[in-house]
């Protein structure tokens, strides 16, 4: 017996078609198992495919929408943009004058807020929805010998931003932050993934973020990058909370200024992540991470 289940596609962290970060949702992944969603993941080659779990209207207003993610090879407790997108799909689909939808993910609960720049509302994702996510409160682990960092970055450790640790940090996913020193060092980097999986066994981190502060006419701009063993991400939700969360606990960002991080040029995909944290005493809290999406694609696969 065959079954059809139906996915959306959206570019999730911009307003425009074509950039950001893709993303697949199926939509009602009732009846898949753990090996099909895995390999639908792998199907859609995307660097995160979701399934949604609906269920009972009275368990969604306690627990939440439940949500899975999938890589193309694992599935992961927590990530941003499948969070944030999926979020938004959702929003979409439901009565208007719901401001917060929360999802149950692996991680735990996850809440996204909504604002709209305009009455227009439909049924499609159209990036006229600004959605929110609040991460987990950051976990600030061991920070990186700069010799190491610098052997992953195959130079000398001129590429290195001196005057800040690299470090890893979580809020749900744990990240190396590594500052870079200016823009264009940024984006000429060639790391040595080999290297990088060296470097952070043991520290829960797979990834590294590759982060560049700069102030510029009196504001702070955030260029970023993070390669990965799919090439390069457009844009990285949970790496983007872990980078503020970083960052105001340095002195980078003030406490809860909001900031755009931009991720994805290298890869002719950009994004623009929005994000914020509060620092309390020695405590970073509240950070939230947040973007528009828009719908590409809707389809079904035949099982």
Known sequence: MSHSYEFVQLDVFTKTPLTGNPLAIFTDARGLTDEQMQALAREMNLSETTFVLPREPQVEAEEGKRVRIFTVEEELPFAGHPTLGTALYLHSTTASGVDEIVLDLNVGKIGVRFSTDSNHRSNRVAGDVFGEMRQRDPEFGPTLPPDKVASVLRGDGSEIAAEWPSQIVSTGLPFAIVPIRDAKTLANLKPDLVRVGALLEGTGARFCYFICPEQREG?????????????????TGSAAGCAISWMVRHGAAKSDEQILIYQGVEARRPSEISVRATRDGEKVTNVRVGGYAVEVLRGTVAL
């Open 219 to 235: 504001r702070l701009e955030v260029r970023a990058r993070m390669l990965f063993y799919g090439g390069e991400d457009p844009a």
